[in-house]
């Protein structure tokens, strides 16, 4: 398993092969399309992040010790972002999620091409996912 330092270089690369943001947005949008479907079990009030302005469904599981994220946004980019966070944190432990530090978001150049409600909305689902680690991780040593 790479560790998320290691995940979000790719990420980097990925993003670097283009100059252009139009470019930069399809490779969003195509990776939310590759995101699998949320099952409709989880698009519930209860897993919906506030402070995004599309819907965007967060789901969060501990699996022998590690977070497995799922996700699904009615909005195709906002779907393609949410896809990246997946792809850097999911399968990790709360711990690691917790002592991370995303830099790949400043590095892509994500934050400065989103509007200030796209960017409240990462914000907001960065918070959500760091909220279901330390839940995870208050479980685990309450145990």
Aim: aromatic share 6%; with cysteine; charged share 30%.
């Amino acid at each position: 398993m790479k560790t998320i330092d290691e995940l979000q270089e790719e990420v980097i690369d990925e993003f670097s092969d283009f100059d252009d943001w139009m470019d930069k947005y399809q490779l969003l949008i195509d990776l939310g399309n590759e995101q699998e479907p949320l099952d409709a079990q989880y698009k519930n009030d209860q897993n919906l992040i506030d402070g995004c302005q599309s819907r965007v469904w967060l789901q969060a599981d501990l699996v022998d010790g590690k977070i497995i994220f799922q996700a699904e946004s009615d909005a195709l980019i906002v779907k393609g972002i949410v896809t990246l966070l997946i792809k850097v944190l999911s399968g990790h432990t709360p711990q690691e999620i917790l002592d991370s530090d995303l830099h790949f978001i400043e590095k892509i150049g994500l934050k400065e091409h989103l509007s200030p409600t796209r960017s409240n909305g990462l914000l907001a689902m960065i918070k959500q996912m760091r909220m279901y680690a330390l839940a995870f991780k208050t479980k685990q040593e309450g145990k």
